[in-house]
């Protein structure tokens, strides 16, 4: 059994949010546009088309991701006319988006891995994502500034 001094920070959180996460009811992600400002539980974001890839991303976690299609679910949102998307992570970390972007490659928004939501220490509880990617960034063949986890927020303009 391991003691409580030994968690770190991250699996503190990852055992507090599991059962909240796994059921899809607590909000994980704030989508804002111009003044307006929603917030979007796992299940709610899941609604989207379906998207699964089993891969190994380059900080670590690998196995089988399963998310949605970023198209889909921003045209689930109504954000698929927006010119610019930007996505920020729990550190505030930002990369951007352009609708030229989204034409080049298609990009996955990870929910789950080996079934389960994506806990802080897989690099969730989101990612963006480029599965015809991976094996390239892994090489250092293609570039990895697009990529993003943690994702708390999505702002649209």
Do not use: C, K, N
């Amino acid at each position: 059994m391991m003691s409580l001094h030994r968690l770190t920070l991250a699996g503190l959180l990852a055992a507090a949010l599991a059962p909240a996460l796994a059921q899809g009811a607590e909000p994980i992600l704030t989508i804002q546009q111009g003044a307006e400002s929603r917030e979007l539980t796992l299940a709610e974001i899941e609604r989207s088309e379906a998207a699964r890839v089993t891969m190994r991303h380059f900080e670590g976690p690998e196995g089988t991701f399963d998310g949605v299609w970023l198209e889909d679910f921003l045209a689930d949102q109504g954000l698929d006319e927006a010119g610019r998307l930007r996505f920020i992570a729990i550190d505030d970390y930002t990369t951007f988006l352009t609708p030229h972007d989204r034409q080049e490659r298609d990009y996955m928004l990870a929910t789950r891995l080996d079934g389960e939501p994506l806990r802080p220490d897989q690099l969730g509880p989101l990612m963006l994502v480029v599965p015809a990617d991976a094996e390239a960034v892994l090489e250092g063949e293609a570039p990895m500034s697009q990529w993003i986890w943690a994702i708390r927020e999505i702002q649209a303009r």
